[in-house]
């Protein structure tokens, strides 16, 4: 089937025995046994799944080309359970400008010992074959890499990675499926917070951990069952309406976020557009290598006068609005260090843009008024 019918009908499967044709909520916490004392279902108490999660699961696994699918109460949630499944003191090699939550994370988890800490430049490879240099146990990717839209090629880095005994998982937050696949490309795992592009309306946090391998996703099961992590029932539920229409807005911002940056990039208040669809971007093969649906909604501005007069733009957008997330329907602006703080390495002078489903015109002329404003 055509990817856009896969995602449209891939959850009607999971419909009520009614006939409806939208998947039901199924919110009990506790399920029956028999009168052989054996379970009626799959399940015994929510904390390890329920029926509606399975659904999505089940859909997430097909969409993506996996043995199997997780969803967490949070992108965070699903990081943290994919990184306690490894080894102590395992080694673990990211890139040094990712998305922020995850990289303190990680270097919580190194300050503690739990694993031992290797950052690379993203630009090229050849920072990821120094940093596995001796071995490796798990590679986290990001790509496109978040603020910088710079893009990662997957299927080499899977060939080091392997070569150098470790498993290679992709965030794919910002590349959904119906533009890039990870695991067809020789990852180990798929990652998104599934609060972005896959649920696409901001009102869902959640997170999904993808494998090749059954047995690996049965071991982050149990973690997720250890710590609760669980996304809820209603949650999913949201999640799965969202899903239904992903192939068609990703596609709508794709069109929109290209022609802001387009039309951004000779402006005199810009000194640079960052986005994966530019041929000004060095990784550009990259992304229209791997990103064969759209290179996304996913923008930043560098602003010439500075941060003050970046911050200054933000604050003065009336179509983008001043928040922090990415992947909904509305448009919006963050001036990004202020919002990773004091510690930062993002460019001071960087604003990160979401493209939501608004008129592209209308998005231009906003940005163009905000701009003009601190001229």
Do not use: C
């Not at 192939?247 to 022609?259: D, G, N, T, W």
């Amino acid at each position: 089937m055509d990817f856009d019918t896969l995602i449209s009908e891939a959850l009607t499967a999971v419909g009520p025995p009614s006939g409806g044709v939208v998947p039901a909520i199924e919110p009990a916490t506790t399920f029956l046994r028999d009168d052989a004392y054996e379970l009626v279902g799959r399940h015994s108490y929510r904390r390890s799944g329920s029926p509606t999660v399975d659904g999505v699961e089940e859909a997430l696994t097909t969409i993506e080309g996996g043995a199997g699918a997780l969803l967490f109460g949070s992108g965070m949630a699903a990081f943290s359970a994919l990184l306690d499944s490894l080894p102590v003191g395992a080694a673990v090699a990211a890139p040094r400008v990712m998305y922020h939550g995850g990289l303190d994370l990680l270097l919580r988890l190194h300050e503690r010992g739990a694993i031992r800490l290797r950052l690379f430049e993203a630009l090229d490879v050849s920072g990821l074959a120094a940093a596995v240099e001796g071995g490796v146990d798990l590679v986290w990717l990001e790509t496109p890499v978040n603020p910088l839209w710079t893009s990662i090629d997957i299927e080499a880095s899977a060939s080091i990675t392997h070569g150098a005994g470790g498993l290679i998982a992709v965030d794919s937050t910002v590349a959904p499926p119906v533009t890039t696949q990870p695991l067809s490309l020789g990852a180990d795992f798929v990652f998104h917070s599934a609060t972005k592009y896959l649920n696409g309306h901001s009102d869902v946090t959640a997170g999904l951990v993808v494998g090749s391998d059954r047995d690996r996703i049965d071991a982050i099961s149990e973690r997720r069952t250890e710590l609760g992590s669980v996304l809820s029932p209603f949650d999913a539920w949201l999640l799965a309406r969202g899903l239904r229409t992903l192939a068609v807005r990703y596609r709508r911002a794709s069109e929109s976020a290209a022609m802001v940056a387009t039309a951004l990039e000779p402006h005199p208040a810009v000194e640079r557009v960052l986005y994966p669809g530019l041929g000004s971007m060095e990784t550009h093969d990259v992304a229209t290598t791997q990103m064969t649906g759209g290179f996304g909604g996913m923008l930043s501005l560098l602003i010439v006068a500075g941060a003050d007069a970046a911050k200054a733009v933000a604050t003065r957008t009336k179509v983008f609005k001043p928040a922090t997330s990415l992947g909904g329907t509305e448009s919006l602006i963050e001036h990004r260090a202020s919002i990773e703080g004091p510690a930062s390495i993002v460019p001071a002078n960087l604003l990160r843009l979401s493209v939501g489903l608004e008129d592209p015109d209308d998005l231009v002329a906003d940005l163009e008024q905000a701009l003009q404003a601190i001229s």
